[in-house]
């Protein structure tokens, strides 16, 4: 666990051993653990709530659940292929040892299973 230490003003002093005393919190480690917990959650909140207003100010589409669901699996089996290619070692240079690099495959859509292999 990191350690911090912090000055802070008499009043505040003040009433953060005074939520302490009341048994509000453990310690006054405890209870700035809380006020930063606090803190990082209100930015969460924030963040999400950002993202909900964007989406209720986006236009609507006509897409199925379907089509929603196609496109999802379709990106997803695209970064795959990129993730298998670069956990192979693959850059984004030439061709190495036969394999195509990251850049091939993009082009080609995320489909590696099309590409042809160089046997040398």
Do not use: C
Request: glycine content about 10%; aromatic content about 4%.
């Amino acid at each position: 666990m990191a350690q911090i230490s912090v000055s802070l003003p008499d009043d505040l002093m003040s009433w953060a051993e005074h939520q302490v005393a009341e048994g509000r919190h453990d310690s006054l480690d405890a209870y700035v653990a809380d006020l930063v917990a606090r803190d990082m959650d209100a930015g969460k909140l924030a963040a999400s709530n950002a993202a909900i207003e964007e989406g209720l100010a986006s236009e609507p589409n006509d897409d199925s659940m379907a089509d929603v669901t196609a496109r999802r699996d379709r990106d997803d089996d695209t970064l795959g292929a990129l993730r298998r290619s670069w956990a192979q070692g693959i850059g984004s240079g030439t061709p190495v040892d036969g394999n195509f690099n990251a850049a091939d495959i993009a082009r080609r859509g995320g489909r590696s299973g099309e590409a042809v292999r160089k046997h040398g």
